[in-house]
């Protein structure tokens, strides 16, 4: 699971869905404008910005960069449950060859928070004064979501450890006749026992 995020197909709006229109954005949910009396829900489609995130130096950006998401949001009878869908992709350098990389990412979070419950899983870090904070849990989603190993294609042939050149444009030419660096210095010995001291970097001269 997760190694395959398949593109997943947006079902259509459930009942007491809000549809997404333009700038539906949200970076926090205030539950308290929903409305919801314990044993009700709501399903918001909305488009919750996402930061970049920052692997091994290099930015990671969402794409879109605030993608659309289904909030499905639960009242209980002393706390909430609540579920994020979206599909995304995410635009950063290739972990091979470093050229950009959009790998697509699912994510599929949900998050509870009851009312004085001592258990850690049941207090969401996300909720905080009646507010969920969607854009922190969003960009967290899609850290945890991301797969494996970041590549432009599964196929990357990466970059050529000697000569530095990216073997998806072709083969690089240094390939096939060289060897090793270590190895290229125990060719030129071999050069100069060879030889009576002709080579121009011969360190033997007396
Ligand atoms: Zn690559
Ligand atoms: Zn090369």
Redesign the pocket.
């Known amino acids: 699971m997760g190694r395959r995020p398949a593109a997943r197909k947006r079902s259509g709006p459930s009942r007491g869905a809000v549809r997404a229109d333009e700038g539906n954005r949200l970076v926090s949910l205030d539950l308290r404008s929903l409305d919801l009396v314990p044993g009700t829900a709501r399903a918001l489609d909305v488009e919750i910005p996402v930061a970049p995130l920052r692997i091994g130096g290099e930015d990671y950006t969402a794409d879109p960069a605030a993608p659309p998401v289904r909030l499905d949001v639960v009242r209980l009878g002393k706390g909430w449950h609540f579920r994020m869908r979206s599909t995304l992709h995410v635009a950063g350098p ?1 972990w ?2 470093l ?1 950009e ?1 959009h790998p697509a990412v699912a994510i599929d979070a949900t998050e509870v928070s009851i009312e004085g419950a001592d258990d850690p899983e049941m207090v969401s870090l996300y909720l905080e004064q009646g507010v969920l904070d969607v854009a922190d849990w969003a960009r967290d989603a899609v850290a945890e979501a991301l797969p494996p190993t970041i ?3 599964e196929q ?1 042939a ?1 970059l050529c450890t000697i000569c530095g050149a990216n073997l ?1 444009h072709g083969d690089c030419g240094c390939g096939a006749g060289s060897v090793d660096p270590r190895w290229s210095a125990l060719a030129e010995l071999a050069e100069r026992l060879r030889g009576p001291g002709v080579g121009p970097d011969t360190e033997d001269a007396t």
């Open positions: 290739c091979r060859c050229e990389a590549l432009c294609d990357c990466g998806n």
